[in-house]
């Protein structure tokens, strides 16, 4: 065992990896989860990882057992109907939850629950929808039901309180109202039938961004004070408030026990308990609540009895069968209980102590964390909360990391290198877009403006005017170790941490040789990708357009739902090659999958089908359409429906898309084809060695297990130029070839595309040659290698078209 290690165990040995329990957690990685091998998993609180044991013992119980639809009368129907029953019953045990008060309804998944809650509630014009600004967005879409009724709707921040309420009592709490919405509804009456106003508060037991827990304490305080002890009379009337809990996250390590803290409503998800079944959820529901519940439609299983032809239905009175619409996912439901069976041998206080050890752990690890001019490394968020009610955190760690100037690493950049490393994390705003702005501290007019600016869930825009748009997340579960912690903080260290070289060079990049001057250069190779990324082709000599190479990239397979299909979400086009024969007007296609070769006429309007217009990296194309017998053709090749497009030629009088901000396409000034970036990719044929040195000293030094290496062809480039030093084309600004100009437009940043190999007829993947570049190419979040080139022609050679480009040719840079 390694010092660090040990300093570890002797900090958190007595609480980590289950000490008192049958299996410690090295026998439970070992036996249970082999699949992992290498990988670091640290998204729990997205999903958490299934027992490979567990996953037997489902398959050995459905294999073995006939399970027949609960709502029939047979043998096999009513053993179903036992185990569904036995389920509920270790879903309400779970939360030491009375089935006197109690009862458990199965729905699709923790959001089905809410969305549940939400429909049926009583609300009125009256009502208040109060929820912490920790939330997860499927809380929050219970405001939209709440406003549409005309009842009002509120965050509030949650705070400690040491001064007495209004009735003079200690109240532990103070509430911080945000501002109150509210819509107008016309026809809406105030109050219910019986004179009742029914108030909500929503919380999370545990903020899924920020790991912070709630005091379930909140439960008693806001069902026994009223809105004047609360000190929230001025937003919200009086009436009887109910609470909800969302506990998806924080029952995998601490469920609530509702025998003790009584909240009306409390949702769970399976998959975050014990990462199976997925797609099923539940409601647990005091009886006095669910009998408030007010439920429109009704469905098979829901009712005792209809008739058809008039208005006419008797509702069961059961609490789960009057709610649960159709038949339950029995199947997925009689899976529950060898789930509950692995949380029930370690219990979930140890569950709670091994990862809360793992988290704080990390979070010291990372606090501790300084670049070469003492700044911080990283900031943590929710961790330094003073707030009473958040008494402790979750096995969450949520961050963002800084330069040694102050400015952000990207979160981006953070998951990009993670996965390259083998570790698997979480980021973005984790769909709680008011714990994000809290603790990231973005304004609204942050907000908006950066939705104004294109800016999504899950896109790439992580860093916008200086702030970060979310965080970095790691989370761990009850199969995470101390190893995978470890990998995780020397992962951080290695990759973001600056030495005193890297402040020297600023933010230069490595690899260039100095000294040798810039010459000596010829064009070594000419590649054509007719069909973006579908194969290409060589040619000694290739003629110009005003789109870069004739025909380069001039068409694209699209699915059958309007998205752009390339290599990284359908790799088997790296198996599609193609040919142009000019001299024929012919483009020609082969596929493995494929009997006959595709002949393609490059004449325009030949073979083509009706003109469409496509939108695609914030450019609107005109595009022709094939017949249905070319779209078979393709569709049989990748192995999914799709269309094949060509780009029209005599229309190339683009429009940005000016309400999704700016455009994904660097060179949005040329007239292209349909590339990612530019007309054209030139890569260095010294560089492509030097990146292959670096490759074989990783395998010396034991970084990388076995040898490989790479040549030009993997990065797709146009051009390939041979001579000069490594690196060497970082620095030019323009070159001339022949008698044919180009600009650079810098550095082209790489993907994940690059480490798809073909071997044997299938595509593999692996996490080179990007990691290696990563180490020592990498500026503001990008991973370069190779210049994207813009055709700088003159008005006679795009009148005349007839500028041409050889193998052999002289390569003369100017460098800036």
């Not at 509920?88 to 045990?93: E, N, S, T």
């Not at 943590?380 to 003073?386: E, R």
Request: a neutral charge; hydrophobic letters at 35%.
């Amino acid at each position: 065992m390694d010092a660090a290690k040990q300093e570890f165990l002797k900090e958190f040995g007595e609480h980590y990896g289950y000490p008192n329990t049958p299996k410690t957690i090295d026998q439970i990685r070992a036996t249970e989860f082999n699949r992992l091998q290498d990988l670091v998993y640290l998204d729990h609180a997205g999903a958490t990882l299934y027992s490979e044991l567990q996953m037997e013992s489902i398959f050995g119980d459905l294999t073995s057992k006939v399970y027949g639809n609960p709502h029939s009368q047979s043998d096999s129907s009513s053993a179903t109907l036992e185990i569904v029953k036995d389920a509920r019953q270790q879903v309400l045990d779970y939360c030491n939850a009375s089935p006197k008060d109690y009862k458990c309804i199965f729905t699709f998944g923790a959001t089905a629950a809410l969305k549940l809650v939400g429909e049926a509630f009583p609300w009125s014009c009256d009502s208040t929808f109060m929820y912490t600004m920790e939330n997860h967005n499927s809380v929050l879409g219970i405001r939209e039901y709440a406003l549409g009724q005309g009842a009002a709707s509120i965050a509030v921040d949650i705070e400690e309180n040491e001064a007495p309420g209004v009735s003079g009592e200690n109240i532990a709490m103070k509430i911080s109202p945000h501002q109150v919405q509210r819509r107008k509804v016309a026809g809406l009456l105030e109050g219910k039938p019986d004179g009742h106003v029914y108030n909500l508060f929503a919380f999370p037991s545990e903020c899924n961004f920020s790991g912070l827990r709630f005091d379930l304490d909140l439960v008693k305080i806001i069902k026994e004070h009223s809105s004047r002890d609360l000190g929230i009379s001025s937003v919200c009337k009086n009436g009887q408030w109910m609470v909800l809990i969302d506990a998806a996250k924080g029952c995998a390590t601490m469920p609530p026990d509702l025998s003790k803290y009584p909240a009306d409503f409390v949702t769970i998800s399976f998959y975050k308990l014990f990462g199976y079944p997925t797609g099923l959820g539940a409601l647990i529901v005091r009886n006095d609540a669910a009998k408030l519940l007010k439920k429109t439609y009704f469905s098979g299983g829901t009712v005792a009895a209809s008739i058809a032809d008039i208005d006419f239905i008797k509702r069961r009175e059961g609490i789960e069968e009057l709610f649960e619409d159709g038949t339950v996912s029995f199947l997925s439901i009689a899976s529950v209980r060898h789930g509950f069976k692995i949380l029930r041998s370690l219990t979930a206080s140890a569950i709670s102590r091994h990862t809360k050890s793992l988290a704080l752990y990390t979070r010291k690890m990372l606090l501790a964390l300084r670049h070469c001019n003492g700044s911080n490394v990283c900031i943590i968020y929710g961790h330094q909360s003073s707030m009473e009610l958040c008494y402790e955190m979750g096995p969450i760690v949520s961050f963002n990391l800084k330069r040694p100037d102050g400015s952000w690493y990207g979160y981006r950049e953070v998951e990009k290198l993670a996965s390259l490393s083998g570790i698997q994390l979480r980021t973005g705003c984790f769909c709680n877009p008011g714990a994000c702005a809290k603790y990231v501290g973005l304004s609204h007019l942050d907000l908006l403006s950066n939705t104004e600016a294109g800016h999504v869930c899950w896109d790439d825009h992580d860093v916008i005017n200086g702030k970060p748009t979310g965080a970095v997340r790691v989370s761990f579960g009850y199969m995470s170790t101390y190893e995978e912690a470890k990998k995780f903080i020397d992962f951080v260290a290695s990759s973001f941490v600056s030495s005193q070289n890297d402040i020297c060079h600023g933010n230069q990049l490595e690899g260039i040789e100095k000294g040798s001057p810039d010459t000596g250069y010829h064009l070594k190779s000419i590649t054509i990708y007719p069909i973006k990324s579908c194969g290409g082709f060589c040619s000694r000599s290739w003629p110009l357009s005003k789109n870069g190479l004739k025909h380069d990239r001039e068409w694209i397979l699209m699915s059958l739902n309007g998205e752009i299909l390339t290599q990284k979400k359908v790799p088997e086009m790296c198996f599609i090659s193609t040919f142009i024969d000019l001299s024929q007007g012919i483009l020609f296609v082969e596929s493995p999958h494929c009997k006959e070769r595709l002949q393609i006429k490059l004449e325009s309007g030949v073979n083509h089908g009706a003109m469409e217009e496509l939108e695609l990296y914030g450019q609107r194309y005109k595009v022709y359409n094939y017949s249905k017998e070319t779209n078979v053709w393709f569709s049989e090749a990748i192995g999914k429906p799709c269309t094949l497009f060509r780009y029209s030629s005599t229309e190339h009088d683009f429009m940005l898309n000016k309400t999704k901000g700016v455009a994904t396409c660097r060179d949005t000034k040329s007239t292209l084809n349909f590339p990612n970036e530019a007309q054209f990719l030139l890569v260095s044929e010294e560089s492509v060695s030097d990146l292959n040195r670096r490759l074989c000293s990783d395998v010396q030094k034991d970084i990388c297990v076995t040898a490989m290496q790479v040549d030009a062809s993997r990065f797709r480039p146009n051009l390939v130029v041979s001579g000069g030093r490594p690196y060497g084309e970082d620095g030019w600004r323009t070159i001339r070839i022949g008698n044919t100009y180009f600009r650079s437009l810098g550095g082209c940043n790489r993907c994940q595309m690059i480490n798809f190999s073909q071997n044997a007829g299938k595509v593999q993947k692996s996490n080179e040659p990007l990691a290696t570049l990563a180490s020592y190419r990498r500026v503001k979040g990008k991973i370069l290698f190779g210049i994207l080139l813009k055709y700088e022609s003159s008005d006679e050679e795009q009148q005349h078209d007839d500028s041409w480009l050889h193998i052999g040719q002289h390569v003369h840079p100017e460098s800036i």
